[in-house]
């Protein structure tokens, strides 16, 4: 299963960073921390009916490198919801530690945060570094929908060719 979610990251890596890249100017991209997108597919639910949210969703991964950098965090987009998830210290997401979740939901128009919420992920490789092109989290992780445990691989935003 991680092939073919390291394969989805890959082409939306490929497809979709371009094209996000091109709205910012070189000067606004040299200053941001690198960010990673790709996929979160949820492994394992809080409650059963939950499991019609099992397909792959949208995201983000922005870790923690320099010190300077704001915290790590993951971005997910679902349907008609956003869901930002920040370590609540300093430190990349491998390990485990307590998260915020600030959800934003369309359907019932509402936005809720929620603090202390546990994961213990394993982080490949277990430091993110400026030059790493590939990352992968897997394990438990609570606040992405109904899921108890993600798995999920990103790609390395790069800037676009030169005109």
């Not at 394993?122 to 990352?135: A, D, H, L, R, W």
């Amino acid at each position: 299963m991680i092939r073919s979610v390291i394969a989805g990251a890959r082409a939306l890596g490929a497809a979709a960073c371009g094209a996000a890249l091109l709205l910012a100017g070189a000067p606004a991209r040299a200053q941001q921390p690198p960010i990673w997108d790709g996929i979160i597919v949820p492994t394992a639910f809080l409650d059963p009916s939950c499991a019609s949210f099992a397909e792959g969703w949208r995201a983000s991964y922005r870790p923690k490198i320099k010190a300077s950098d704001p915290r790590s965090s993951i971005v997910v987009w679902h349907e008609r919801n956003t869901i930002r998830v920040e370590k609540e210290t300093n430190g990349q997401f491998h390990g485990a530690g307590e998260s915020t979740v600030v959800a934003v939901q369309d359907f019932d128009n509402r936005v809720f945060t929620v603090t202390g919420q546990a994961f213990n992920l394993t982080q490949t490789p277990e430091v993110v570094g400026g030059n790493t092109v590939f990352v992968e989290l897997t394990g438990p992780m609570a606040g992405i929908m109904c899921a108890t445990a993600i798995r999920a691989a990103f790609v390395k935003r790069t800037d676009p060719p030169a005109p």
